[in-house]
C-alpha cells in the first residue's frame, strides 16, 4: 500500500471534480481485492482494475491507494474513481445564474447530463461546476433529464442540502416548463393531468396505470405556430418522465421526443445527427422561499424553445 492515510471511513477528496465511489466487501469469497472487483464489476476486466490500481485510483477505508496484488479482507471498506475511456466533449456550456454561500442556480443546455452515469463523467453539469466552481461538496438538490434543457438547484452546504431538498417533497417549490408540441383543436385548455405513472416494461420508459394518482401535471397553452404550440407546463409532482408521459398521453407528445409515446431507436450518442434534434423541453422558471436566508428566490432560464 502507498499513501497518505486518511481519518477512518472518511471519502477520497475528489480528483478533476469527480468523487470517490464506494464498494463494501462482504465477509468471504475472494482471495484479492482485484478478484473481488472483477466479479463485482464484470464490465470491468482484472487487467483493467490492476491497471487502475497501478496508477493509484483504488483506495481503502483510511485512504491508502492498493495494489493489484492487495488481500482481501472482509467487510472492508473500498473506494474507487470512476474513469470513462474516450469521453467525447459535449458541444454546449451551461451558464450560471445565481450563486451566494449556499446555493448555486445553473442553467443546463440540452444533452448534458446532470450527474455521471454510464458513458458520462467529466462532461456532466456536476462535475464541469465542481471544477470551475473549485466546490468538490456542491450536489444537486434535484435533477432534469439529459434532454431536457433549463434550471437545475445545486447545495454547496451539506448540512443545508435536506432542508433545501424539502422544497420540492413538500411542494413548496414552483417549478414551470415550456414544451413545444402539436396543437390539437379539440383538446380544451387549459387542464390538469392526474394519472399514476409506473414504470414499464420497456426500457427507460414510465407508463400511465390505474390507481390512485401519483403525478399532476397543470397545462396551458402560451401561444399557436400553425400545427403547433408552446406549451405552460407546472408540475405539482415530480415523477419520472412525468410532462413527457403527460403530453404523449394527451396525444401531443413533445417534439424530438424519442421515448414517447413511442421509443424510438437512439442516435448515436454524441454525434451530429443526435444534435440536430433536441428534445424541445425546457425547465424555464423556480421560484421558492430560501429555507436557510429567508429570501424569496426566482430564477428565470435564459434558454430558448424555437418552433420547428
Not at 437545475?152 to 413545444?180: H, M, N, T, W
Amino acid at each position: 500500500m502507498v499513501g497518505r492515510p486518511r481519518s477512518s471511513g472518511a471519502a477520497p477528496a475528489p480528483r478533476d471534480g469527480v468523487g470517490a465511489s464506494r464498494v463494501a466487501l462482504p465477509g468471504c469469497g475472494w482471495d484479492t481485492v482485484v478478484a473481488f472487483l472483477a466479479n463485482r464489476f464484470p464490465a470491468i476486466s482484472t487487467s483493467q482494475w490492476a491497471a487502475r490500481m497501478q496508477c493509484g485510483d483504488v483506495v481503502d477505508q483510511d485512504g491508502c491507494a492498493l495494489q493489484a496484488d492487495a488481500p482481501f479482507r472482509p467487510h472492508a471498506m473500498l473506494f474507487y474513481y470512476r474513469t470513462v475511456a474516450d469521453e467525447a466533449p459535449i458541444p454546449f456550456h451551461e451558464t450560471i445564474l445565481f450563486q451566494d454561500a449556499h446555493i448555486v442556480v445553473a442553467d443546463k443546455p440540452h444533452f448534458l447530463p446532470v450527474t455521471p452515469s454510464g458513458m458520462y463523467l467529466q462532461e456532466t453539469l456536476l462535475v464541469r461546476l465542481k471544477r470551475r466552481l473549485g466546490i468538490d461538496q456542491l450536489s444537486p438538490v434535484h435533477r432534469i433529464d439529459r434532454d431536457t434543457a433549463g434550471l437545475v438547484l445545486f447545495c454547496i452546504d451539506p448540512a443545508a442540502r435536506g432542508r433545501y431538498q424539502a422544497l420540492f417533497r413538500d411542494r413548496s417549490i414552483a417549478k414551470c416548463y415550456e414544451a413545444i408540441a402539436p396543437w390539437r383543436q379539440d383538446l380544451a385548455m387549459p387542464l390538469v393531468r392526474r394519472s399514476r405513472l409506473t414504470e414499464s416494461a420497456a426500457f427507460m420508459q414510465m407508463v400511465e396505470t390505474g390507481g390512485v394518482p401519483n403525478a399532476e401535471t397543470a397545462i396551458a397553452i402560451i401561444e399557436r405556430h400553425g400545427d403547433l404550440a408552446r406549451y405552460r407546463l407546472e408540475p405539482l409532482t415530480g415523477q419520472k418522465h412525468q410532462l413527457r408521459v403527460h403530453m404523449a398521453a394527451l396525444g401531443v407528445g413533445i417534439v424530438n421526443d424519442r421515448l414517447y409515446p413511442v421509443l424510438q431507436p437512439a442516435p448515436p450518442a454524441q454525434q451530429a445527427a443526435e444534435y440536430r434534434y433536441p428534445l424541445q423541453l425546457l425547465a424555464r422558471e423556480l421560484a421558492f422561499r430560501d429555507p436557510v436566508t429567508g429570501a424569496a428566490r426566482h430564477f428565470e432560464s435564459g434558454l430558448s424553445l424555437h418552433f420547428p
